[in-house]
């Protein structure tokens, strides 16, 4: 395909990018916005894929399907991967995403998605996000929810509630436990995430503000441990537990603040995925190597990135960054991913957004909507699953 220019292309979305959001030092949100958009049933897909014998398919060790017949997701087979997306809403992205972004992605890009990403933020609500979950499961994609129990959004403070330690001490058990029967009412697969990014030092279950690093970390997989331990005992089973780490230590990488320091263990974990952009705004000469970010993770992890399936929860690149290439690095990224220069990954998900100083929106970029088409629906095709495989 021809690019055109990003100095053009900086123009054509400049009005419409809003304040600084983003998928990492800046999340926020509102509660869901569903925009009304009919139920897509989307296209046909590789749902019929075996499970995948490899490394922890998802199911935990208290059995995987309930007798009321939740379903959980599988990872793929070996060599296929699935395809998500956060598609950024109109006021605050994180909850308040967009159905309509959604599909619109999805007809950008010519392929339908494995999950949709999105938050609960606990400052505005406590409740399972139903009506956010149903509108994602009415287009064949699984959910994907990070819960935020934050009970405001400022970045780089102590919370005055949700703190590692209350959450170790059980004071919202009860709220947990509510959550997890919604979980269970919906029946179906959940995807569910604590603790996003928790190697940064942004979010208030991270390190800095439970105690610091000398102590932080370990309260940390012990409130993780305690989330996953309350919802599934309360019959929760349909969901599988995924830990989130930034794709880079920050503010450094210290052992105590590092990705193997936050690990909560392996019978609390199901996936394991990262953060990683190529350039997120900020310095547009900053050009992030994503090999090099994932391998040292990895390393981190050390026989957890062996054991577990591995994913790209946030993937994206900054369009204005023309000095990192980006239209250029977005394909070869895209090629890398489906040709199986990295085998351990087994999914990835761009970050849909437009905002000051950054463009990653693919639906309303053509340049960057052309790419995904184009190798998502090249020879390399086959390799993506488009349905998630459910057991």
């Known amino acids: 395909m021809i690019f055109g220019s990003v100095c053009a292309l900086a123009l054509a979305v400049a009005l419409g990018c809003g304040p600084a959001r983003g998928g990492g030092q800046a999340d926020a949100g509102l509660p869901g916005n569903d925009s009304g ?18 490394p922890d398919a998802g199911v935990p060790s208290d059995g995987g399907v309930g007798a009321d017949g939740g379903t959980r997701i599988l990872v793929p087979p070996q060599g296929k991967l699935y395809h998500g997306v956060f598609p950024a809403g109109s006021t605050e992205p994180d909850s308040d995403i967009s159905m309509q972004a959604a599909d619109d992605y999805v007809a950008a890009v010519g392929r339908p998605l494995a999950w949709v990403y999105f938050s609960n933020e606990w400052y505005t609500t406590k409740s399972f996000p139903r009506v956010t979950a149903e509108a994602i499961r009415d287009r064949g994609a699984v959910p994907f929810i990070r819960l935020h129990m934050r009970s405001q959004q400022k970045q780089k403070v102590v919370d005055p509630l949700y703190t590692l330690d209350n959450i170790n001490a059980g004071m919202f058990d009860g709220d947990l436990r509510a959550w997890a029967d919604g979980a269970k009412r919906f029946g179906t697969a959940l995807i569910v995430q604590y603790g996003t990014e928790v190697n940064g030092d942004w979010n208030p279950w991270s390190a800095p503000y439970n105690g610091g690093i000398t102590v932080g970390p370990a309260k940390f997989r012990a409130a ?18 995924a830990l989130h780490l930034n794709g880079e230590n920050w503010p450094g990488d210290e ?137």
């Open 37 to 54: 958009v009919p139920p897509d049933g989307g296209t046909g897909g590789d749902a019929g894929l075996p499970g995948d014998a490899g």
């Open 224 to 241: 993780f441990r305690h989330i996953v331990e309350v919802m599934r005992a309360e019959g929760a089973i349909n969901i599988t537990w």
């Open 255 to 391: 052992p105590g603040n590092n990705a193997g320091a936050y690990y909560p263990g392996d019978d609390v974990v199901d996936w394991i995925g990262f953060s990683i952009y190529q350039n997120q705004g900020g310095d547009p000469t900053k050009c992030k190597d994503l090999n090099a970010l994932l391998k040292a993770r990895e390393a981190e992890l050390g026989d957890a990135a062996v054991k577990k399936p591995l994913f790209l929860f946030e993937l994206g690149t900054n369009l204005l960054a023309t000095q990192c290439q980006p239209l250029t690095w977005t394909q070869q990224t895209l090629q890398d991913l489906l040709g199986g220069r990295w085998p351990e990954l087994r999914g990835f998900a761009w970050w849909s957004e437009n905002s000051t100083g950054y463009v990653m929106n693919v639906q309303d970029t053509p340049q960057l909507g052309g790419i995904f088409h184009d190798v998502l629906g090249g020879p390399l095709a086959p390799n993506l699953v488009d349905r998630p495989v459910l057991h």
